[in-house]
């Protein structure tokens, strides 16, 4: 459905004016509430549009070497070679050094890169590296969703499959992702990390 501005009561006109609800349809108002703080942050330009590999390439290497607690990736697909083009598991390795208290966490789909039952080689290198440079791997039921969280400020989603996609840019895809940053952005990120860990069934590489 078609994501509305609010409308006053007393005209079938959009507000012209941000307000702190949307609501999907015309048919049935259901509103979805959005913080102004949020609405704010778009306004103030901390909310970016990724959408060419390299963008994608570099927020994800900006991100291993920007998070100080927690660092979140989210990708249902691993594939070693993704991983190696970027070096992304000495990344990995070379901030948990520096920052001794930082985690990283990646949360996986159990079947995806396993299609007929067996796990794909490069996907099980893949687990492998990054657990042998320190990220926990965690293994989830039925996940699609391609996220980056870093510590509670900022939180990118969109359909770039992070640790999988080719890094090749005569082969990779059209993608386009959004990157929000702002401590307004805190609850969400909480609500991923919840999601993702409600779905966890296997917290070793296999």
């Not at 778009?42 to 070497?65: E, M, P, Y």
């Amino acid at each position: 459905a078609k994501l509305l501005l609010a409308e006053p009561a007393d005209t079938k006109q959009p507000s012209p004016e941000l307000d702190n609800s949307f609501f999907y349809g015309d048919e049935n108002r259901r509103h979805l509430p959005v913080p102004r703080e949020q609405l704010a942050a778009v306004a103030a330009g901390k909310v970016n549009r990724l959408s060419t590999l390299r963008q994608h390439c570099d927020a994800l290497i900006w991100a291993i070497n920007t998070a100080e607690r927690h660092l979140v990736i989210v990708s249902p697909f691993i594939s070693v070679r993704a991983l190696q083009a970027d070096n992304l598991p000495d990344l990995i390795k070379a901030a948990k050094l520096q920052r001794p208290g930082l985690r990283v966490t990646v949360y996986t789909d159990a079947y995806l890169d396993a299609p007929d039952g067996r796990l794909h080689t490069y996907t099980q290198s893949g687990r492998a590296a990054l657990a042998q440079a320190g990220a926990d791997v965690r293994i989830a039921a039925q996940i699609h969703n391609k996220t980056i969280c870093v510590d509670d400020q900022v939180l990118l989603e969109g359909s770039f499959n992070w640790l999988s996609a080719s890094r090749n840019e005569t082969l990779a895809r059209h993608e386009v992702s959004w990157f929000f940053r702002g401590p307004s952005w805190a609850d969400y990120i909480g609500e991923l990390v919840q999601e993702m860990e409600s779905r966890v069934i296997q917290a070793a590489v296999v």
